[in-house]
Nanobody
């Protein structure tokens, strides 16, 4: 069982920053991709950002230029630096991990709340 544990969420004023962390443990396989998804009330879960083992990244259009994903391969840890936050970023953020040959996340964190006040 791969366990993903998020930290770093909370309440922040619009324009502020937060940094989310996610640590993977109990690994039996190498993880190709780690990423972050989010789900706001009444909205579908959406990809925020992801990063592969080679450092390649993808970002949702809504966060490009504001968020930065990074990864420590040895520590199996992924980070999401969130800057210039707006109320539209308010959501539960979920860490994900994708094992080789899979085309969708195979493990999920429990989610962490990010609330941005105006």
């Amino acid at each position: 069982q791969v366990q993903l544990v998020e930290s770093g969420g909370g309440l922040v004023q619009a324009g502020g920053s937060l940094r989310l962390s996610c640590v993977a443990s109990g690994l039996h396989f190498s993880i190709n991709i780690m990423g972050w998804y989010r789900q706001a009330p009444g909205k579908q879960r959406e990809l925020v950002a992801r990063i592969n083992a080679g450092g390649g990244t993808d970002y949702a259009d809504s966060v490009k230029g504001r968020f930065l994903i990074s990864r420590d391969i040895i520590k199996h840890t992924v980070y999401l630096q969130m800057n210039s936050l707006s109320p539209e970023d308010t959501a539960v953020y979920y860490c994900s991990a994708t094992l080789p040959v899979h085309n969708a996340p195979t493990s999920w964190g429990q989610g962490i709340q990010v609330t941005v006040s105006s």
